[in-house]
């Protein structure tokens, strides 16, 4: 019996004999490809598009989020949004938590601090029909099969749409951002003034990044007919051309001096500050700086770039609260243009890894069924205590001696009595979980080696994949290794990252290492070519037909037709993965309907993590796109035509534009990376 696929085949094949083609190969529906070439744009002819007024960047983390911009006029002022309301104990950052909340009527309600705070104030009653999500990033990165139909789970266990809660965050964020440009320009300000970036993970496959232009979209930040507005920019790169514009009293250099030789504990600030001043000066000094929203950036390169040579290599490493992202730049100089050495790397193990062994934590003592039914019947209680446990965990540091307490909320204590018909003290004596006791003021007390334990799978998984990075050919002589994302603030991941380099790298920490990508990303709307060569994370390419070449192909690939012998299935690539990319380099091929009839060509993309791929069946190829060509209304007399393709693989996300060449007329091309 016949495959579909090869009935489909056969069809093709059919159509294509009808009027024979001189071309060697046909393939997927309707596709001769004529001459595969790979051209190098000229890149200084890339179009300016529209010139705009202010560049503003979201950063839609997994825990929290930001946007800060800049004016054309003035490149070296980023601003930083205004000051939230709300904000919490022992943790002080300009940004607001990724949270949302949707009334019981699915309309959004509220954005970060303020969600969360209404929602804690609701009685648990009502607050159970009211939807409320946070962390829900990940699911983007964790979702095999992405669509525009994926679905989250609210607090109370609801299902909503990822989409529509993805473009509510995003229409706040534009809302906020134009009344704050609109007080500042002392008139309404017009969207279409405005560039908008979106940073997401170098991690993140095409559909991921897709999904939130769609999202974007939808929220009208931007729209359909000019996409060109939005630009998405990869976390680890944004940081990446904020670090080359460090000063040297803007960072801390842990390789500088010992941990504890210079007289005080890592808990001030791991490493020593660079302006050689004491470090109780050092603190007031970056409080000072936290109080203004206005970072001036130098025109000039920053210091420590000054330090650099061309050709010299560093790593940036992105710890946020989701992912860890791992990038390898070498400086080409002049202009101090980037170049990537090695595909982006890294993983789901942000610091939301500890949050989930915490409730590992609980589950051991309390009972798994408990923990669940709280977090569904008293889902305001949880986030109380999970906000609890959060600044308790920003006081982990490796040499900490005295205990961490957790409040635990009091209908935690009383809906566990109600639950197991025992306390919560009685729990915990029986659980034989050492390090962890009761306190007599009614909060857990956890030992420093307990909180420590929590952090261990999570910075061991980062510790492994930089071992592995480094151990690279590519990845030797690496002058910085540049720690930004939130999670960097974290005294025991400084610790395990300068044990595990042991002096190969000098570790870099900017101060506000949390707003690091917020401020590069602004600097790189301003000017998205600074990046100049890319590494592409997979092999991409079609399933073609070629001509059956006897000991080459295996037989069972063999296809008869008209008595011509075919191999099926055979991958043409479009560019591998780890392969270097200029920005706006592309990969031509040419396509011809297999009728003179026919309206749309769509040609299925496969791609691969292998960079030698022979056929489209092998088990490491995914389907994973869609490219159309809309040839309708472009008819022509000439017997063949010609649709020549140009995919763009450099930029951050893949692009394709397509011509038929006998008439010149463009034809709409698009690529779709989204399961339907």
Known sequence: MMTEKETATEKIISDAMANPSPAKSMGDPGITPLSPSHTQNDTDQVPSGPSFVVVVAIDFGTTSSGYAYAFTKEPECIHTMRRWEGGDPGVSNQKTPTTILLTPDRKFHSFGYAARDFYHDLDPSESKHWLYLEKFKMKLHTTANLSIDTDLHAANGKRVKALDIFAYALAFFKEQALKELSDQTGGEFDNNDVRWVITVPAI????????????????????????????????????????????????????????????????????????????GHAKEHVRRNRQSRTFLVENVVGELWSELEEGDRYVVVDCGGGTVDLTVHQIRLPEGHLKELYKASGGPYGSIGIDYEFEKLLCKIFGQDFIDQFKIKRPAAWVDLMIAF??????????????????????????????????????????????????????LRMNPDAMNSLFKPTIDHIIQHLTELFEKPEVSDIKFLFLVGGFAESPLLQKAVQNMLQG?????????????????????????????VRRS??????????????????????????????????????????????????????????????????????????????????????????LRLDVSGTESSSPRREIQTLMQFGDTEIRAMAVDVSTGRTVKASIDFLSH
């Open 390 to 443: 959060e600044s308790r965990k920003r006081a982990a540091a490796p040499d900490r001696t005295n205990p961490l307490n957790i409040n635990l909320p009091f209908s935690f204590i009383d809906y566990y009595k109600k639950f197991r018909g025992h306390s919560v003290e009685h729990a915990l004596r029986k659980s034989n979980v050492d390090f962890v006791k009761w306190s007599s003021q009614g909060m």
């Open 204 to 279: 993140w496959k095409m559909p991921a990044k897709q999904f939130m232009r769609e999202a974007a979209y939808k929220s009208g930040l931007v729209s359909r007919e000019n996409p060109e507005q939005l630009i998405i920019a990869l976390e680890p790169e944004a940081a990446s051309i904020y670090c080359r514009k460090l000063r040297l009293h803007q960072m801390v250099d842990l390789s500088s001096k010992g941990t504890t030789e210079n007289g005080f504990s890592p808990t001030e600030n791991v490493g020593s500050v660079m302006t050689q001043v004491s470090p």
């Open 504 to 532: 190969r790298s000098r570790i870099i920490i900017p101060h506000d290492v949390g707003l690091t990508i917020l401020k590069g990303a602004v600097l790189f709307g301003l000017d998205p070519s600074v990046i100049k």
């Open 537 to 626: 994370p997979l092999t991409y390419g079609v399933g073609v037909l070629n001509r059956f070449v006897e000991g080459k192909h295996p037989p069972e690939k063999l296809l008869v037709k008209d008595g011509t012998r075919w191999c099926t299935d055979v991958f043409d690539t479009f560019i591998a993965a780890d392969q270097s990319v200029a920005l706006g380099e592309s990969v031509k091929r040419s396509y011809t309907p297999a009728k003179p009839s026919q309206q749309v060509i769509v040609i299925h993309v496969y791609c691969s993590e292998k960079e030698k791929v022979g056929f489209i069946s092998e088990s490491s190829v995914k389907k994973c796109g869609t």
